[in-house]
C-alpha cells in the first residue's frame, strides 16, 4: 500500500470524484445569502486570515518553539478542529480585564475625590481633582494593557499547580462543544450543543453561503454551512470571522474545500506550515516546488503586506467568483436517499 493510500480512509473528498447525491427537500437557493460552488478553485487563501494567522502562529513560536505539537492547537494535516461559539465562555475570558480596568477607574475617582476634600480653598480643590482625573485617565490607558498581561500572567503562575485540574474540567466543557473538519475521512463533525450529538456527515452534505451581516458599521460577511438534507444552519465555524469584503469569504471557503479534498496540497496557509510535511501530496507538492518549510514562521509580515500580500488581496478582490463553476450540483438527484445511506453503511461512498 502507497504511502498517500495509508494516509487516508477509504472515503475521502475529492473533487473530480464527486459521488451521486440524493436530491435535497428544498432549493438550495437562498433570498440574501450567496450559495458557493463545490470544486472550482481560485487557489486563493483568504487575505485576512493570513494576516492574522501569521501573527499568531509567529507570537505562538516565541512563547513556545514546540507549539504545534500541544493538544491545545487545533488545526493539522488531518483534521481542523473548533469550538461552537459559547457567549458564556467568551463573557468568561473577558472578565478579568474588565474588572482590572474597572479598579483602575475607580481608584483614580477616589484618589481624585480625596484630593478635593484635601484643600480647603475650592478652586485648588477643582483644579487638584481635574487633573488628577485627567493624568489619572492617561496612565490607566497607557498601561492598563501592560499592567492586563502582567496580571493574567500572574493568574496563570498561581492556577499552575492546578493546571491538571483546570485541563479536565475543560476538556469536559468542551466535549460536546468540539466540532472538526477531517481531511483523513472527508467527514465533518458539528457540535449541536450539551446532550445532543453531534451531525456528523461527508464534507459534500455541507453546503456553503455568504451569510451578510447587518451591524452598525453596515453589512458585513461571513461564511454560514448548512446542512443539504436536514436544513440545519452553522455559523461559527474556524472558517466564520465577520469580514468587510464577501470576497474574503469566497476565498475561506476556497481554501476549507482545499484542505478537505486529498487530491490538493494542504493550503499554504501560516497554522498548517508545521505538519506539511506530514500529508503525503502536500510534502511531494512542495519537495517539487521547493517551498522553504519555514515561510511563515520567519516571514516579515510587514514587508509580506507591502509585497506578496498586496498582490494576493489584489487576485482575491479581482478573481471572478461569481463564474466559479459547481461540480456537486449535476451529481444531485443522481440516487435515491435510501440506497445513498446503505452505501455509506457498506463504506461504498
Known amino acids: 500500500m502507497s504511502l498517500q493510500a495509508s494516509s487516508y480512509e477509504t472515503a475521502p473528498y475529492r473533487a473530480d470524484a464527486v459521488p451521486p447525491l440524493p436530491a ?4 438550495r437557493e437562498r433570498v440574501g445569502e450567496d450559495l458557493l460552488p463545490f470544486g472550482d478553485y481560485a487557489s486563493i487563501n483568504p487575505y485576512q486570515q493570513i494576516c492574522d494567522d501569521a501573527e499568531l502562529v509567529q507570537h505562538q513560536e516565541n512563547e513556545e518553539p514546540n507549539f504545534y505539537k500541544s493538544q491545545d492547537w487545533w488545526w493539522d494535516h488531518q483534521r481542523i478542529r473548533f469550538l461552537k461559539s459559547q457567549t458564556g465562555l467568551s463573557i468568561l475570558l473577558m472578565t478579568v480585564p474588565f474588572i482590572w480596568f474597572f479598579i483602575l477607574l475607580v481608584s483614580v475617582l477616589m484618589i481624585g475625590l480625596e484630593a478635593a476634600f484635601f484643600f480647603e480653598n475650592e478652586y485648588v480643590a477643582t483644579f487638584s481633582m481635574m487633573a488628577i482625573f485627567v493624568l489619572g485617565l492617561f496612565l490607566v490607558f497607557l498601561y492598563g494593557p501592560t499592567s492586563t498581561q502582567w496580571i493574567m500572567s500572574k493568574m496563570a503562575w498561581l492556577i499552575k499547580p492546578l493546571r491538571s485540574f483546570v485541563e479536565q474540567r475543560l476538556d469536559h ?3 460536546d462543544r468540539c466540532s472538526e473538519f477531517s481531511r483523513q ?8 450543543g450539551k446532550k445532543k450529538a453531534p451531525l456528523v456527515a461527508p464534507f459534500i452534505e455541507f453546503d456553503g453561503y455568504v451569510e451578510r451581516v447587518i451591524q452598525r ?5 461571513k461564511l454560514m454551512l448548512v446542512h443539504r438534507y436536514t436544513g440545519k444552519e452553522f455559523h461559527h465555524t474556524s472558517f466564520s470571522q465577520t469580514v468587510m469584503h464577501k470576497q474574503e469569504v469566497h476565498a475561506q471557503w476556497d481554501m476549507l474545500q482545499r484542505y478537505m479534498d486529498v487530491s490538493q496540497p494542504l493550503p499554504d496557509v ?18 517539487k516546488t521547493g517551498r522553504n518549510p519555514r515561510y511563515w514562521r520567519d516571514l516579515d509580515i510587514e514587508a509580506w503586506k507591502e509585497g506578496e500580500g498586496a498582490d ?10 461569481q463564474k466559479q463553476q459547481c461540480r456537486l450540483t449535476p451529481m444531485l438527484g443522481k440516487i435515491e436517499m435510501s440506497q445513498y445511506r446503505e452505501q455509506f453503511a457498506e463504506g461504498a461512498v
Open 173 to 175: 466543557y468542551t466535549e
Open 24 to 27: 435535497p427537500q428544498k432549493a
Open 217 to 221: 458599521g453596515g453589512v458585513f460577511y
Open 185 to 192: 475521512t472527508g467527514f465533518v463533525s458539528m457540535a449541536q
Open 270 to 287: 501560516p497554522r498548517l506550515e508545521p505538519f506539511r510535511d506530514r500529508d503525503p501530496v502536500t510534502a511531494e507538492h512542495d519537495r
Open 312 to 321: 494576493l488581496l489584489k487576485a482575491q478582490m479581482d478573481y471572478p467568483w
